[in-house]
């Protein structure tokens, strides 16, 4: 696994418990729920993870995450829900929403943009591509 950027271990350092992020993981997929919070832990993260729609929006209330990774296919309320449902209350205005889902097709990412989704990333999740992705975010939200 390659060593964190620099700008990473920068961004940690100004936060006192060394987290750069409040994620939660919502997938219905257990093993791939928990072994990505796993990464992200070891990356410095603070997680959390929902296995479900209504789980997801019950902790996010609690947690109050900075990042929110939400599968898309889940059974009951899938992910496209949980995004509106987050972008409808105005306790979440700043959390980012990132699909992490199968569905890559472009009609897939415009659905999710139209959910409320700031990004859209295919499985299986690249540690690389998320830890540059929460270095962006840091950097716009300290902007």
Same mark, same amino acid.
């Given at each position: @696994?390659?060593?964190?950027?620099?700008?990473?271990?920068?961004?940690?350092?100004?936060?006192?418990?060394?987290?750069?992020?409040?994620?939660?993981?919502?997938?219905?997929?257990?093993?791939?729920?928990?072994?990505?919070? @796993?990464?992200?832990?070891?990356?410095?993260?603070?997680?959390?993870?929902?296995?479900?729609?209504?789980?997801?929006?019950?902790?996010?209330?609690?947690?109050?995450?900075?990042?929110?990774?939400?599968?898309?296919? @889940?059974?009951? @309320?899938?992910?496209?829900?949980?995004?509106?449902?987050?972008?409808?209350?105005?306790?979440?205005?700043?959390?980012?929403?990132?699909?992490?889902?199968?569905?890559?097709?472009?009609?897939?990412?415009?659905?999710?943009?139209?959910?409320?989704?700031?990004?859209?990333?295919?499985?299986?999740?690249?540690?690389?591509?998320?830890?540059?992705?929460?270095?962006?975010?840091?950097?716009?939200?300290?902007?």
């Amino acid at each position: @696994m390659d060593r964190p950027s620099a700008d990473s271990d920068k961004a940690r350092q100004t936060d006192p418990d060394g987290s750069t992020q409040r994620v939660l993981v919502v997938d219905d997929n257990r093993d791939a729920a928990d072994s990505l919070a @796993m990464l992200l832990k070891f990356s410095g993260h603070d997680v959390r993870v929902a296995y479900d729609g209504a789980e997801a929006l019950d902790i996010a209330r609690e947690f109050q995450p900075t990042t929110a990774l939400l599968d898309i296919g @889940m059974p009951g @309320m899938d992910g496209y829900s949980v995004a509106r449902r987050i972008r409808e209350d105005p306790r979440f205005g700043g959390v980012a929403l990132i699909a992490l889902t199968g569905f890559g097709q472009e009609q897939d990412r415009l659905r999710s943009l139209s959910a409320g989704f700031d990004h859209h990333l295919t499985k299986p999740a690249d540690l690389n591509v998320l830890e540059r992705l929460f270095a962006k975010l840091e950097s716009t939200a300290q902007n």
